[in-house]
């Protein structure tokens, strides 16, 4: 029982996702302080507020609205969102393009060789063991068999 608890936890995607989240909790944290203790007041300098938008607040009825705390919570988050956005997600977005473009070009030229069948003469892949159109069994072309492996096979 306390093996494959130990297994769960010495996997690498668990603690690479227990260090994302204690990273993003002290990012949220400096994000916060920097749009509390810039953006905030600037607003409510721009509105001709308090100086601290924060604290901003009405009344209805006996019951107070503080409105002022979900704005500044509000520009906290976009200001985080953006910033992983294109500090993290637009980055990590191209290294990936990268990556599965070359993969997928090596795919379209693997299955794009073609040759003719020696039976019936009609193009069949390179790769194929037997015609789909006169069903006779070919010998594949062992260039294309040799690309077609798996890189690690290779």
């Given at each position: ?18 260090v994302g989240l204690a990273v993003g909790a002290a990012f949220t944290a400096v994000v916060t ?58 980055p990590m977005s191209k290294v990936q393009d990268r990556f599965t473009a070359k993969k997928d ?35 594949p072309d062992p260039e294309a068999v040799e690309l077609a492996k798996l890189p690690a096979q290779?």
């Amino acid at each position: 029982m306390l093996s494959g608890f130990k297994e769960f936890i010495l996997r690498g995607n668990v603690i690479s996702m227990a260090v994302g989240l204690a990273v993003g909790a002290a990012f949220t944290a400096v994000v916060t302080g920097f749009s509390n203790a810039f953006i905030v007041p600037l607003i409510g300098v721009i509105t001709r507020g308090t100086g601290d938008f924060s604290k901003a607040e009405f009344e209805l009825d006996g019951v107070n609205f503080p409105y002022g705390l979900f704005i500044s919570a509000a520009i906290a988050f976009l200001i985080t969102a953006s910033v992983l956005y294109f500090c993290v997600v637009v980055p990590m977005s191209k290294v990936q393009d990268r990556f599965t473009a070359k993969k997928d070009q090596e795919a379209i030229d693997i299955k794009a060789a073609l040759r003719d069948c020696p039976r019936c003469y009609t193009e069949i892949p390179a790769i194929a063991s037997r015609c789909p159109h006169c069903t006779s069994e070919v010998e594949p072309d062992p260039e294309a068999v040799e690309l077609a492996k798996l890189p690690a096979q290779r």
